[in-house]
């Protein structure tokens, strides 16, 4: 039967624990493309129900009707080939493997050592001191590799002076370490830049973790 075309269509809904810096790069693309959603906060300390969404039990999934995607860089693809305006990848060839690269280096080379059930094991196995040494090792590392791909192709943002996938990635990492590890950005001119670009942009302020329902009133 043909679609009347009064049919309301159900939001998307993403399940999001609000300190997660993947899921808050997915906020900001959900907000970049004006897409609305239901927020469904997720504690990762205790998340039995979740697994039935996502049996990894990692934040972030996006559920869009009978498809779940979970995986922060899949979700993201996907809301830019579903909703391709604007385009979190640009047109030029270059700049789009240098998008990725930045992508890459914060979603593999940085985020998971600072991932809270993998800082709690390290701290549980070692001590406070040795974790927090093991994630400013991480982020340090990986902020060095970032700012040498960025410096000569950065503008107002990573690659240009319009936002893409790699800003997506940088703003929350940038956020993460200046207030959860109190990491010095003096080292990273181009990052620094960038990340001050940012709190330019109502959908890089709204997606703030300290703006989100879950989090504590202590953070607002």
């Known amino acids: 039967m043909a ?6 269509k159900e939001k998307l809904k993403l399940y999001s624990y609000w300190k997660s810096s993947c899921s808050h790069r997915v906020r900001i693309a959900l ?7 239901e927020y469904v906060p997720v504690n990762p ?7 039935k969404i996502n049996p990894m ?23 830019d080939e579903k909703y391709p305006d604007p385009p979190l990848l640009p047109r030029d060839l270059h700049k789009r493997a240098v998008n990725y690269q930045a992508a890459s ?26 974790k927090i040494a093991w994630v400013n090792n991480a982020i340090t590392k990986g902020f060095t590799a970032l700012e040498k791909l960025l410096v000569s192709c950065t503008g107002k943002y990573a690659t240009g002076d319009e936002v893409f996938l790699a800003d997506l990635f940088l703003a ?9 590890f109190q990491i010095n950005m003096e080292p990273y001119p181009t990052l620094a830049k960038c990340y001050e670009s940012y709190n330019d942009l ?8 300290e703006k989100q329902p879950d989090a504590p009133a202590s953070t607002s």
């Not at 907000?31 to 959603?37: D, F, Q, S, V, W």
């Not at 039990?57 to 809301?79: E, K, N, Q, R, T």
């Open 3 to 8: 679609s009347s075309g009064t049919e309301k």
């Open 31 to 37: 907000a970049l493309k004006g897409i609305e959603y």
């Open 45 to 51: 300390l205790k998340r039995d129900e979740y697994l």
């Open 57 to 79: 039990g990692a934040v972030p999934a996006l559920v869009d009707g009978d498809l779940v995607v979970s995986d922060s860089f899949a979700i993201i693809m996907y809301l």
């Open 105 to 130: 280096i914060v979603l593999s080379g940085i985020q998971p050592y600072q991932n809270t059930p993998v800082a709690m094991y390290i701290e549980e196995k070692t001590n406070s001191e040795e």
């Open 172 to 180: 929350p990492q940038i956020h993460a370490a200046i207030n959860r």
């Open 202 to 209: 109502a959908a890089f302020q709204n997606a703030v973790p």
